[in-house]
């Protein structure tokens, strides 16, 4: 079961989302729910909920809108790069010094820099993220372990960070 609720207790509602995400990692489901999690982790986001976690998974969902079909995923086609970059401009944008949002910033960046915004724009500040996060010292990076229990978006970076190791 999802242990969202003891790691990150920001409350019923998010809860709810942990476990949406839970049931499309774990295949529970028939895997088009990751837009239930998109607009539930939107409405708290919209509602003034700017904490790190509702943005990461946020900035996550609505890059995986992009890079991955909706009928695979039942995500949103359109209008998700203004609230990826919404939500990263939250998370202090290219003058973050938190490791997570560097690495997790710099791969979504990297990998598919349309799904962010404006290509050009956006490999460019894959190549700077990336660049600031290689200087993070190895004990400041986080590891497979720090994406345990954190829905669709832990299930993703925790693989691409073993992948990297």
Same mark, same amino acid.
């Given at each position: ?29 028939? &895997? ?6 998109? @607009?539930?982790? !939107?409405?708290? =986001? #919209? ?6 976690? /509702? ?18 995923? &039942? ?6 790069? @203004?609230?990826? !970059?919404?939500? =990263? #401009? ?6 973050? /010094? ?18 962010? &915004? ?9 190549? !700077? ?37």
């Amino acid at each position: 079961m999802c242990q969202s609720s003891l790691l990150y207790p920001f409350g019923v509602e998010f809860t709810e989302i942990a476990e949406i995400e839970e049931s499309y990692t774990a295949r529970l489901s028939d &895997g088009r729910n990751l837009g239930q999690a998109y @607009d539930a982790l !939107r409405e708290r =986001f #919209d509602g003034g909920h700017r904490d790190r976690e /509702t943005c990461l998974r946020l900035m996550f969902l609505a890059w995986y809108a992009c890079s991955e079909p909706t009928w695979l995923t &039942g995500l949103p086609e359109e209008g998700t790069k @203004d609230v990826f !970059r919404a939500a =990263f #401009d939250q998370l202090g944008g290219e003058e973050t /010094t938190d490791p997570e949002v560097l690495c997790t910033t710099a791969l979504m960046a990297s990998m598919f820099p349309y799904c962010c &915004g404006p290509e050009a724009e956006w490999a460019a500040i894959g190549d !700077r993220l990336t660049k600031r996060y290689e200087g993070v010292p190895a004990a400041s990076k986080p590891n497979e372990s720090v994406f345990i229990g954190r829905g669709a978006y832990g299930k993703y970076f925790a693989h691409m960070v073993r992948r990297r190791q």
